[in-house]
Protein backbone atom coordinates (compact mmCIF):
# COMPACT_ATOMS: atom_id res chain seq x y z
CA UNK A 1 0.00 0.00 0.00
CA UNK A 2 2.63 2.11 0.84
CA UNK A 3 4.66 1.84 -2.38
CA UNK A 4 1.26 2.52 -4.42
CA UNK A 5 0.89 5.63 -2.24
CA UNK A 6 4.38 6.64 -2.97
CA UNK A 7 3.83 6.43 -6.98
CA UNK A 8 0.72 7.90 -6.23
CA UNK A 9 2.36 11.65 -4.70
CA UNK A 10 3.83 13.27 -7.66
CA UNK A 11 1.59 13.54 -10.45
CA UNK A 12 1.75 16.88 -12.74
CA UNK A 13 -1.77 16.89 -13.40
CA UNK A 14 -3.21 19.57 -15.85
CA UNK A 15 -4.79 21.34 -13.33
CA UNK A 16 -1.45 21.86 -11.23
CA UNK A 17 0.03 22.56 -14.66
CA UNK A 18 -2.41 25.17 -15.74
CA UNK A 19 -2.88 26.51 -12.40
CA UNK A 20 1.37 26.81 -12.02
CA UNK A 21 1.70 28.73 -15.76
CA UNK A 22 -1.61 30.89 -14.68
CA UNK A 23 0.40 31.64 -11.50
CA UNK A 24 3.57 32.50 -13.20
CA UNK A 25 2.69 33.57 -16.40
CA UNK A 26 0.41 36.27 -14.65
CA UNK A 27 2.33 37.40 -12.16
CA UNK A 28 6.23 36.25 -12.22
CA UNK A 29 6.02 36.77 -15.87
CA UNK A 30 5.29 40.73 -15.68
CA UNK A 31 8.04 41.21 -12.62
CA UNK A 32 10.51 40.02 -15.46
CA UNK A 33 9.15 42.24 -18.22
CA UNK A 34 9.27 45.21 -15.83
CA UNK A 35 12.79 45.42 -15.09
CA UNK A 36 14.02 45.18 -18.57
CA UNK A 37 10.94 47.38 -20.49
CA UNK A 38 12.62 50.49 -19.59
CA UNK A 39 16.11 49.62 -21.21
CA UNK A 40 15.59 49.59 -24.51
CA UNK A 41 13.34 52.36 -25.18
CA UNK A 42 15.01 54.85 -22.92
CA UNK A 43 16.99 57.19 -25.09
CA UNK A 44 12.93 57.84 -26.08
CA UNK A 45 11.67 58.14 -22.83
CA UNK A 46 14.81 60.32 -22.12
CA UNK A 47 13.79 62.51 -25.28
CA UNK A 48 10.14 62.58 -24.16
CA UNK A 49 11.34 63.65 -20.31
CA UNK A 50 13.64 66.42 -22.02
CA UNK A 51 10.73 67.71 -24.27
CA UNK A 52 7.83 67.28 -21.40
CA UNK A 53 10.13 69.39 -19.37
CA UNK A 54 11.02 72.00 -22.54
CA UNK A 55 7.39 72.61 -23.24
CA UNK A 56 6.67 73.29 -19.47
CA UNK A 57 9.97 75.55 -18.63
CA UNK A 58 10.67 76.88 -21.95
CA UNK A 59 14.81 75.07 -21.34
CA UNK A 60 16.02 71.88 -21.68
CA UNK A 61 16.90 69.82 -18.63
CA UNK A 62 19.92 69.69 -16.98
CA UNK A 63 21.87 66.38 -17.51
CA UNK A 64 22.32 66.02 -13.57
CA UNK A 65 18.61 66.24 -13.47
CA UNK A 66 17.61 64.10 -16.12
CA UNK A 67 20.30 61.22 -14.84
CA UNK A 68 18.05 61.49 -11.57
CA UNK A 69 15.03 61.04 -12.85
CA UNK A 70 15.79 58.49 -15.29
CA UNK A 71 17.63 56.64 -11.91
CA UNK A 72 14.10 57.35 -10.67
CA UNK A 73 12.16 55.76 -13.36
CA UNK A 74 14.11 52.73 -12.75
CA UNK A 75 14.35 52.30 -9.45
CA UNK A 76 10.97 53.35 -8.43
CA UNK A 77 9.84 49.82 -9.53
CA UNK A 78 12.12 48.46 -6.89
CA UNK A 79 11.02 50.60 -4.62
CA UNK A 80 7.44 49.53 -5.22
CA UNK A 81 8.89 45.97 -4.42
CA UNK A 82 9.80 46.33 -1.36
CA UNK A 83 6.39 47.95 -0.53
CA UNK A 84 4.82 45.07 -2.20
CA UNK A 85 6.89 42.82 0.21
CA UNK A 86 5.24 44.30 3.29
CA UNK A 87 2.44 43.49 2.23
CA UNK A 88 2.56 39.67 1.67
CA UNK A 89 1.87 38.76 5.29
CA UNK A 90 -1.73 40.68 5.57
CA UNK A 91 -2.78 39.53 1.89
CA UNK A 92 -1.69 35.87 2.37
CA UNK A 93 -3.37 35.95 5.55
CA UNK A 94 -6.40 37.50 4.83
CA UNK A 95 -7.26 36.65 1.32
CA UNK A 96 -5.59 33.53 0.98
CA UNK A 97 -2.36 33.15 -1.85
CA UNK A 98 -4.58 32.79 -4.55
CA UNK A 99 -6.82 35.72 -3.77
CA UNK A 100 -3.65 38.05 -2.86
CA UNK A 101 -2.78 36.82 -6.25
CA UNK A 102 -6.18 38.53 -8.06
CA UNK A 103 -6.33 40.89 -5.21
CA UNK A 104 -2.55 42.13 -6.95
CA UNK A 105 -3.34 42.61 -10.78
CA UNK A 106 -5.30 45.90 -9.41
CA UNK A 107 -1.17 47.02 -9.70
CA UNK A 108 -0.90 45.82 -13.07
CA UNK A 109 -3.74 46.90 -14.95
CA UNK A 110 -3.56 50.23 -13.46
CA UNK A 111 -0.24 51.91 -14.24
CA UNK A 112 -0.22 49.46 -17.24
CA UNK A 113 -2.95 51.89 -18.84
CA UNK A 114 -1.57 55.20 -16.91
CA UNK A 115 1.64 54.33 -18.51
CA UNK A 116 0.06 54.00 -22.06
CA UNK A 117 -1.77 57.26 -21.74
CA UNK A 118 1.68 59.02 -19.94
CA UNK A 119 2.78 60.40 -23.72
CA UNK A 120 -0.92 61.55 -24.27
CA UNK A 121 -0.95 63.59 -21.31
CA UNK A 122 2.49 64.52 -21.60
CA UNK A 123 3.30 63.77 -17.89
CA UNK A 124 6.81 61.72 -17.25
CA UNK A 125 5.29 62.26 -13.68
CA UNK A 126 2.80 59.68 -13.99
CA UNK A 127 5.37 56.94 -15.71
CA UNK A 128 7.47 57.49 -12.43
CA UNK A 129 4.52 56.72 -10.23
CA UNK A 130 3.35 53.73 -12.87
CA UNK A 131 6.58 52.24 -11.93
CA UNK A 132 5.78 52.07 -8.12
CA UNK A 133 2.79 50.55 -8.43
CA UNK A 134 4.28 47.88 -11.20
CA UNK A 135 6.77 47.40 -8.23
CA UNK A 136 4.22 46.65 -5.78
CA UNK A 137 2.66 44.33 -8.21
CA UNK A 138 6.43 42.49 -8.80
CA UNK A 139 6.32 42.38 -4.61
CA UNK A 140 3.28 40.69 -3.72
CA UNK A 141 3.86 38.20 -6.44
CA UNK A 142 7.44 37.76 -5.98
CA UNK A 143 6.28 36.59 -2.86
CA UNK A 144 2.86 34.92 -3.04
CA UNK A 145 3.52 32.93 -6.04
CA UNK A 146 6.17 30.52 -4.73
CA UNK A 147 4.38 30.38 -1.66
CA UNK A 148 1.27 29.39 -3.63
CA UNK A 149 2.95 26.86 -5.65
CA UNK A 150 5.20 25.24 -2.70
CA UNK A 151 1.45 24.68 -1.01
CA UNK A 152 0.16 23.27 -4.06
CA UNK A 153 2.88 21.01 -4.86
CA UNK A 154 3.13 17.48 -3.81
CA UNK A 155 6.71 16.49 -2.17
CA UNK A 156 8.30 15.81 -5.09
CA UNK A 157 7.84 18.73 -7.33
CA UNK A 158 8.48 20.73 -5.17
CA UNK A 159 11.64 22.05 -6.22
CA UNK A 160 10.55 21.88 -9.68
CA UNK A 161 7.62 24.05 -9.51
CA UNK A 162 9.20 26.11 -6.91
CA UNK A 163 11.99 27.17 -10.01
CA UNK A 164 9.04 27.87 -12.39
CA UNK A 165 8.08 31.43 -10.87
CA UNK A 166 12.22 32.57 -11.84
CA UNK A 167 11.59 30.85 -14.54
CA UNK A 168 8.79 33.15 -15.89
CA UNK A 169 10.75 36.16 -14.75
CA UNK A 170 13.57 35.05 -17.18
CA UNK A 171 10.91 35.01 -20.38
CA UNK A 172 9.08 38.03 -19.03
CA UNK A 173 12.56 40.01 -19.55
CA UNK A 174 13.47 38.17 -23.05
CA UNK A 175 10.02 39.08 -24.64
CA UNK A 176 10.67 43.01 -22.85
CA UNK A 177 13.83 42.69 -24.82
CA UNK A 178 12.20 41.31 -28.13
CA UNK A 179 9.12 43.24 -28.11
CA UNK A 180 11.61 46.52 -27.24
CA UNK A 181 13.62 45.76 -30.33
CA UNK A 182 13.86 48.98 -32.37
CA UNK A 183 11.88 47.38 -35.72
CA UNK A 184 9.33 46.24 -33.23
CA UNK A 185 7.91 49.03 -30.08
CA UNK A 186 11.15 50.21 -29.30
CA UNK A 187 10.38 53.86 -31.06
CA UNK A 188 8.87 57.47 -30.44
CA UNK A 189 5.37 55.80 -30.95
CA UNK A 190 5.79 52.58 -29.51
CA UNK A 191 7.31 52.87 -26.31
CA UNK A 192 4.36 53.41 -24.54
CA UNK A 193 2.96 50.49 -25.92
CA UNK A 194 5.61 48.63 -24.87
CA UNK A 195 5.28 49.62 -21.04
CA UNK A 196 1.35 49.35 -21.34
CA UNK A 197 1.76 45.98 -22.50
CA UNK A 198 2.47 44.62 -19.06
CA UNK A 199 -1.62 44.82 -18.05
CA UNK A 200 -2.12 41.99 -20.34
CA UNK A 201 -0.74 38.95 -18.42
CA UNK A 202 -3.03 40.64 -15.43
CA UNK A 203 -6.01 40.43 -17.36
CA UNK A 204 -5.52 37.20 -18.60
CA UNK A 205 -5.09 35.73 -15.01
CA UNK A 206 -7.56 38.08 -13.68
CA UNK A 207 -10.62 36.13 -16.04
CA UNK A 208 -9.20 32.73 -15.53
CA UNK A 209 -7.44 31.81 -12.09
CA UNK A 210 -10.34 32.26 -10.35
CA UNK A 211 -11.58 28.72 -11.76
CA UNK A 212 -8.43 26.99 -10.01
CA UNK A 213 -7.89 25.68 -6.13
CA UNK A 214 -6.64 27.90 -3.62
CA UNK A 215 -3.70 26.68 -1.36
CA UNK A 216 -5.55 23.55 0.46
CA UNK A 217 -3.43 24.21 3.05
CA UNK A 218 -4.51 27.87 3.48
CA UNK A 219 -8.30 26.53 3.63
CA UNK A 220 -7.49 23.77 6.37
CA UNK A 221 -5.36 25.29 8.62
CA UNK A 222 -6.61 29.50 8.49
CA UNK A 223 -10.15 28.71 6.97
CA UNK A 224 -10.52 25.32 8.97
CA UNK A 225 -12.96 24.31 6.14
CA UNK A 226 -12.45 20.66 5.89
CA UNK A 227 -14.75 19.74 3.21
CA UNK A 228 -12.87 23.03 0.88
CA UNK A 229 -9.10 21.55 1.71
CA UNK A 230 -10.05 18.15 0.32
CA UNK A 231 -12.10 19.22 -3.16
CA UNK A 232 -9.16 21.42 -3.47
CA UNK A 233 -6.57 18.67 -3.40
CA UNK A 234 -8.56 15.97 -5.02
CA UNK A 235 -8.72 18.67 -8.17
CA UNK A 236 -5.07 19.16 -7.60
CA UNK A 237 -4.18 15.42 -7.78
CA UNK A 238 -6.75 14.04 -10.13
CA UNK A 239 -7.40 11.56 -7.71
CA UNK A 240 -10.25 10.99 -5.09
CA UNK A 241 -8.10 9.48 -2.02
CA UNK A 242 -6.44 12.14 -0.70
CA UNK A 243 -6.79 11.23 3.06
CA UNK A 244 -3.02 11.01 3.62
CA UNK A 245 -2.13 13.98 2.23
CA UNK A 246 -4.87 15.67 4.57
CA UNK A 247 -3.47 13.75 7.82
CA UNK A 248 -0.22 15.41 7.16
CA UNK A 249 -1.75 18.84 7.01
CA UNK A 250 -4.22 18.01 10.24
CA UNK A 251 -0.86 17.08 11.53
CA UNK A 252 0.62 20.36 10.47
CA UNK A 253 -2.39 22.05 11.53
CA UNK A 254 -1.95 20.99 15.65
CA UNK A 255 1.48 21.74 15.59
CA UNK A 256 0.71 25.39 14.05
CA UNK A 257 -1.41 25.66 17.51
CA UNK A 258 1.63 24.36 19.41
CA UNK A 259 4.13 26.95 17.77
CA UNK A 260 1.55 29.54 17.08
CA UNK A 261 1.89 32.21 14.68
CA UNK A 262 5.48 33.54 14.40
CA UNK A 263 5.42 37.71 13.35
CA UNK A 264 8.44 39.55 11.93
CA UNK A 265 9.38 40.69 15.29
CA UNK A 266 9.61 37.25 17.26
CA UNK A 267 11.20 35.73 14.11
CA UNK A 268 14.14 38.14 14.84
CA UNK A 269 14.24 36.90 18.42
CA UNK A 270 14.32 33.29 18.00
CA UNK A 271 17.40 31.59 18.50
CA UNK A 272 16.26 28.42 17.16
CA UNK A 273 15.65 29.76 14.09
CA UNK A 274 18.74 32.62 13.94
CA UNK A 275 20.74 30.92 11.06
CA UNK A 276 17.97 29.99 8.64
CA UNK A 277 17.32 34.18 9.05
CA UNK A 278 20.83 34.89 8.45
CA UNK A 279 21.05 32.20 5.67
CA UNK A 280 17.63 34.01 3.68
CA UNK A 281 19.13 37.88 4.35
CA UNK A 282 22.82 36.47 3.03
CA UNK A 283 21.18 34.85 -0.08
CA UNK A 284 18.60 37.54 -1.12
CA UNK A 285 21.08 40.17 -0.59
CA UNK A 286 23.42 38.37 -2.41
CA UNK A 287 20.90 37.40 -5.27
CA UNK A 288 20.93 41.32 -5.69
CA UNK A 289 23.90 42.89 -5.19
CA UNK A 290 26.15 40.67 -6.85
CA UNK A 291 25.12 43.09 -9.36
CA UNK A 292 22.67 41.06 -11.90
CA UNK A 293 20.22 43.98 -12.29
CA UNK A 294 23.02 46.68 -13.07
CA UNK A 295 24.01 43.92 -15.41
CA UNK A 296 20.36 44.27 -16.86
CA UNK A 297 19.46 47.43 -16.21
CA UNK A 298 22.93 48.45 -18.02
CA UNK A 299 23.40 45.64 -20.54
CA UNK A 300 23.02 47.99 -23.46
CA UNK A 301 25.62 50.96 -22.43
CA UNK A 302 28.10 47.87 -21.15
CA UNK A 303 28.17 46.22 -24.48
CA UNK A 304 28.42 50.22 -26.39
CA UNK A 305 31.32 49.91 -24.38
CA UNK A 306 32.64 47.20 -25.52
CA UNK A 307 32.37 48.38 -29.15
CA UNK A 308 29.25 46.91 -30.41
CA UNK A 309 27.51 48.93 -32.67
CA UNK A 310 24.46 50.59 -31.73
CA UNK A 311 21.97 49.34 -33.82
CA UNK A 312 23.15 45.64 -33.48
CA UNK A 313 23.39 46.17 -28.91
CA UNK A 314 19.49 45.61 -28.80
CA UNK A 315 20.08 41.55 -31.05
CA UNK A 316 23.04 40.75 -28.46
CA UNK A 317 20.97 42.45 -25.51
CA UNK A 318 17.75 39.53 -25.98
CA UNK A 319 20.47 36.76 -26.98
CA UNK A 320 21.84 36.96 -23.44
CA UNK A 321 18.08 37.30 -22.42
CA UNK A 322 17.18 33.86 -24.66
CA UNK A 323 20.67 32.36 -22.63
CA UNK A 324 18.74 33.25 -19.31
CA UNK A 325 15.62 31.76 -20.23
CA UNK A 326 17.17 28.46 -21.45
CA UNK A 327 19.74 27.94 -18.50
CA UNK A 328 16.60 28.69 -16.16
CA UNK A 329 15.08 25.74 -17.78
CA UNK A 330 18.04 23.58 -17.77
CA UNK A 331 17.95 24.60 -13.69
CA UNK A 332 14.33 23.38 -13.51
CA UNK A 333 15.14 19.64 -14.45
CA UNK A 334 18.79 19.62 -12.23
CA UNK A 335 17.66 21.24 -9.00
CA UNK A 336 16.62 17.62 -7.38
CA UNK A 337 19.88 15.94 -9.01
CA UNK A 338 22.53 17.95 -8.19
CA UNK A 339 21.00 19.69 -4.98
CA UNK A 340 20.54 23.43 -4.07
CA UNK A 341 23.85 24.15 -2.21
CA UNK A 342 25.92 22.69 -5.36
CA UNK A 343 23.99 25.37 -7.58
CA UNK A 344 24.26 28.13 -5.44
CA UNK A 345 27.96 27.07 -5.38
CA UNK A 346 28.17 26.73 -8.30
CA UNK A 347 26.30 29.89 -9.54
CA UNK A 348 27.86 32.22 -7.31
CA UNK A 349 31.67 31.09 -8.34
CA UNK A 350 31.07 31.89 -12.04
CA UNK A 351 29.26 35.53 -10.95
CA UNK A 352 32.65 36.15 -9.14
CA UNK A 353 35.32 34.86 -11.90
CA UNK A 354 32.90 36.91 -14.72
CA UNK A 355 32.78 40.00 -12.76
CA UNK A 356 37.16 39.75 -12.46
CA UNK A 357 37.87 38.96 -15.72
CA UNK A 358 34.58 41.66 -17.33
CA UNK A 359 36.50 44.42 -14.81
CA UNK A 360 40.02 43.70 -16.88
CA UNK A 361 38.09 43.52 -20.50
CA UNK A 362 36.69 46.61 -19.54
CA UNK A 363 39.60 48.24 -18.34
CA UNK A 364 42.05 47.11 -21.42
CA UNK A 365 39.44 47.52 -24.08
CA UNK A 366 41.11 50.48 -25.32
CA UNK A 367 44.44 48.61 -25.95
CA UNK A 368 43.98 45.15 -27.18
CA UNK A 369 41.10 45.03 -30.19
CA UNK A 370 39.87 41.67 -29.11
CA UNK A 371 38.65 42.58 -25.70
CA UNK A 372 34.92 43.84 -26.37
CA UNK A 373 34.43 40.21 -27.18
CA UNK A 374 35.43 39.27 -23.97
CA UNK A 375 33.32 41.77 -22.19
CA UNK A 376 30.34 40.73 -24.02
CA UNK A 377 31.77 37.21 -23.18
CA UNK A 378 31.66 37.52 -19.58
CA UNK A 379 27.94 38.89 -19.60
CA UNK A 380 27.16 35.72 -21.16
CA UNK A 381 28.99 33.78 -18.68
CA UNK A 382 27.56 36.15 -15.83
CA UNK A 383 23.81 35.30 -16.95
CA UNK A 384 24.61 31.82 -16.66
CA UNK A 385 26.13 31.69 -13.80
CA UNK A 386 23.56 33.48 -12.05
CA UNK A 387 20.74 32.24 -13.79
CA UNK A 388 22.37 28.58 -12.18
CA UNK A 389 21.92 29.07 -8.71
CA UNK A 390 21.61 32.92 -7.16
CA UNK A 391 18.23 33.79 -9.28
CA UNK A 392 16.48 30.79 -8.61
CA UNK A 393 17.20 28.95 -5.37
CA UNK A 394 16.93 31.23 -2.61
CA UNK A 395 12.94 31.99 -2.66
CA UNK A 396 12.82 28.28 -2.67
CA UNK A 397 15.18 27.70 -0.08
CA UNK A 398 13.14 29.81 2.59
CA UNK A 399 10.35 27.46 1.55
CA UNK A 400 12.18 24.67 2.65
CA UNK A 401 14.29 25.61 5.67
CA UNK A 402 11.11 27.42 7.40
CA UNK A 403 8.11 25.51 8.80
CA UNK A 404 4.34 26.85 7.97
CA UNK A 405 4.28 29.04 11.01
CA UNK A 406 7.26 31.07 10.35
CA UNK A 407 7.32 30.95 6.45
CA UNK A 408 5.11 34.20 5.47
CA UNK A 409 7.48 36.21 7.92
CA UNK A 410 10.55 34.89 6.31
CA UNK A 411 9.39 35.92 3.47
CA UNK A 412 8.57 39.28 4.26
CA UNK A 413 11.87 39.30 5.30
CA UNK A 414 13.62 37.66 2.27
CA UNK A 415 11.37 39.95 -0.25
CA UNK A 416 12.17 43.04 1.81
CA UNK A 417 15.92 42.54 1.76
CA UNK A 418 15.38 41.09 -2.47
CA UNK A 419 13.77 44.77 -3.22
CA UNK A 420 15.56 47.12 -1.02
CA UNK A 421 19.28 45.41 -2.52
CA UNK A 422 17.72 46.11 -5.75
CA UNK A 423 16.78 49.19 -5.57
CA UNK A 424 20.05 50.51 -4.10
CA UNK A 425 21.44 48.80 -7.12
CA UNK A 426 19.20 50.78 -9.52
CA UNK A 427 19.75 54.33 -7.63
CA UNK A 428 23.36 53.78 -7.10
CA UNK A 429 24.54 52.19 -10.16
CA UNK A 430 24.45 55.08 -12.78
CA UNK A 431 26.95 56.91 -10.55
CA UNK A 432 29.48 54.24 -9.34
CA UNK A 433 29.49 53.61 -13.81
CA UNK A 434 30.25 57.64 -13.78
CA UNK A 435 33.20 57.66 -10.35
CA UNK A 436 34.69 54.16 -10.64
CA UNK A 437 34.37 53.32 -14.75
CA UNK A 438 35.54 49.69 -15.52
CA UNK A 439 35.92 49.11 -12.02
CA UNK A 440 32.69 49.30 -10.46
CA UNK A 441 32.40 45.45 -10.95
CA UNK A 442 34.77 44.91 -8.30
CA UNK A 443 32.71 45.70 -5.96
CA UNK A 444 29.89 43.01 -7.09
CA UNK A 445 33.08 40.92 -7.48
CA UNK A 446 33.34 40.86 -3.47
CA UNK A 447 30.08 40.37 -2.96
CA UNK A 448 29.86 37.43 -5.12
CA UNK A 449 32.88 36.14 -3.18
CA UNK A 450 31.69 36.94 0.49
CA UNK A 451 28.50 35.24 -0.16
CA UNK A 452 30.22 31.97 -1.46
CA UNK A 453 32.35 31.67 1.19
CA UNK A 454 29.40 32.14 3.29
CA UNK A 455 27.28 29.09 1.44
CA UNK A 456 30.08 26.85 1.72
CA UNK A 457 30.65 27.01 5.34
CA UNK A 458 27.22 27.71 6.38
CA UNK A 459 24.49 26.57 4.28
CA UNK A 460 23.01 22.96 4.33
CA UNK A 461 21.91 20.82 1.19
CA UNK A 462 18.19 20.04 1.62
CA UNK A 463 17.30 18.13 -1.49
CA UNK A 464 15.34 14.99 -0.58
CA UNK A 465 15.01 16.26 2.74
CA UNK A 466 11.70 16.47 4.63
CA UNK A 467 10.99 20.11 6.58
CA UNK A 468 11.83 18.49 9.81
CA UNK A 469 15.00 17.02 8.77
CA UNK A 470 16.20 20.21 7.61
CA UNK A 471 15.21 22.34 10.64
CA UNK A 472 17.20 19.76 12.70
CA UNK A 473 20.49 20.61 11.01
CA UNK A 474 20.00 24.08 11.29
CA UNK A 475 19.42 23.11 15.01
CA UNK A 476 22.93 22.15 15.52
CA UNK A 477 24.11 25.46 14.16
CA UNK A 478 21.74 27.28 16.26
CA UNK A 479 22.84 25.31 19.34
CA UNK A 480 19.38 24.78 20.16
CA UNK A 481 19.95 20.61 19.65
CA UNK A 482 17.66 20.17 23.15
CA UNK A 483 15.50 23.07 23.19
CA UNK A 484 13.22 22.57 20.12
CA UNK A 485 10.11 24.27 19.85
CA UNK A 486 7.21 22.10 21.31
CA UNK A 487 5.87 22.25 16.86
CA UNK A 488 9.60 20.62 16.07
CA UNK A 489 9.75 18.37 19.35
CA UNK A 490 6.79 16.75 18.59
CA UNK A 491 7.52 16.08 14.84
CA UNK A 492 10.64 15.15 15.84
CA UNK A 493 9.40 12.35 18.53
CA UNK A 494 7.45 10.65 15.58
CA UNK A 495 10.69 10.26 13.95
CA UNK A 496 12.56 7.07 14.58
CA UNK A 497 15.47 7.14 16.77
CA UNK A 498 18.56 6.42 13.67
CA UNK A 499 17.41 10.11 11.88
CA UNK A 500 17.22 11.63 15.23
CA UNK A 501 20.91 11.30 15.72
CA UNK A 502 22.14 12.18 12.30
Not at 298 to 324: E, H, M, P, R
Request: aromatic share 12%; charged share 15%.
Amino acid sequence: MEKEDQEKTGKLTLVLALATFLAAFGSSFQYGYNVAAVNSPSEFMQQFYNDTYYDRNKENIESFTLTLLWSLTVSMFPFGGFIGSLMVGFLVNNLGRKGALLFNNIFSILPAILMGCSKIAKSFEIIIASRLLVGICAGISSNVVPMYLGELAPKNLRGALGVVPQLFITVGILVAQLFGLRSVLASEEGWPILLGLTGVPAGLQLLLLPFFPESPRYLLIQKKNESAAEKALQTLRGWKDVDMEMEEIRKEDEAEKAAGFISVWKLFRMQSLRWQLISTIVLMAGQQLSGVNAIYYYADQIYLSAGVKSNDVQYVTAGTGAVNVFMTMVTVFVVELWGRRNLLLIGFSTCLTACIVLTVALALQNTISWMPYVSIVCVIVYVIGHAVGPSPIPALFITEIFLQSSRPSAYMIGGSVHWLSNFIVGLIFPFIQVGLGPYSFIIFAIICLLTTIYIFMVVPETKGRTFVEINQIFAKKNKVSDVYPEKEEKELNDLPPATREQ
